[in-house]
């Protein structure tokens, strides 16, 4: 069975520009989450999608939004990138109330 | 009142020692806890999940789950270098953002 898988690994951006991320959940499950991780921080929850609709978001600026489609991959969209932008950004795929399981994460970095 | 507490650490115990890490949860409808271990830049894996109150063992870790007193432990029994990681208590809320993590306890085993 595959995991989660996020696109892509690593990207570089500039200040002010836009960012996309990707991720494909595992196969059956319907709920995605986002999260960001600064460097030497913890999980801070950014977006949950389930069955296609938001379901919650986390305390962040409207300038981070995300949609999940029909077949329940999501991407996340960063908008006007700030410094602060830079982190590790990791989705989660689950089912119910099953464990979420990880991909490897974004690494995003703003120059 | 946090959703879902862990003392941040850092843990520091001998290698052979037992690692003891705790957590607390607000929400008296959660059903399922879930232990996830994270390295440093890395992506959190699971490693424990437990339903039922009392132990539940796999390998040298054990779960511990009270929910009158809304707690739940991870045990490490010899405790290795490479258990040297975050461990992340993650809880199902029964409304809401559905899945919260605790900010982890970063646990150090010293050769």
């Known amino acids: 069975e595959a995991g989660v898988t996020q696109s892509p690994t690593h990207l570089i951006k500039t200040r002010g520009q836009q960012a996309t991320l990707r991720c494909s959940p595992i196969?059956?499950?319907?709920?995605v989450y986002w999260y960001q991780q600064a460097l030497g921080l913890g999980l801070q929850f950014l977006l949950w999608?389930?069955?296609?609709?938001?379901?919650n978001r986390g305390n962040f600026p409207p300038r981070f939004s995300g949609r999940q489609f029909p077949n329940y991959s999501s991407e996340l969209n960063v908008n006007a990138l700030e410094l602060e932008d830079s982190a590790l950004y990791l989705c989660?795929?689950?089912?119910?109330?099953?464990?979420?399981?990880f991909g490897d994460g974004t690494r995003l970095s703003i120059l | 009142q946090k959703e879902v507490e862990q003392n941040s650490g850092p843990l520091s115990v001998p290698e052979g020692a037992i690692a003891s890490l705790n957590c607390t949860y607000s929400?008296?409808?959660?059903?399922?806890f879930f232990w996830y271990r994270q390295y440093s830049g890395k992506s959190p894996e699971l490693i424990m999940f437990?339903?039922?109150?009392g132990d539940k063992e796999d390998g040298r870790f054990t779960a511990q789950l009270n929910k009158a007193s809304q707690y739940v432990s991870l045990l490490i029994r010899d405790s290795q270098p490479s258990d040297s990681a975050t461990y992340l208590c993650?809880?199902?809320?029964?409304?809401?953002?559905?899945?919260?993590f605790g900010p982890g306890t970063r646990l150090s085993v010293l050769p």
């Open positions: 196969s059956g499950h319907t709920s």
């Open positions: 989660a795929s689950t089912r119910g109330f099953e464990p979420q399981h």
């Open positions: 929400d008296r409808g959660s059903q399922s």
């Open positions: 993650a809880v199902p809320l029964s409304y809401g953002q559905n899945f919260v």
């Open positions: 999608y389930d069955e296609g609709e938001e379901r």
């Open positions: 437990i339903y039922s109150n």
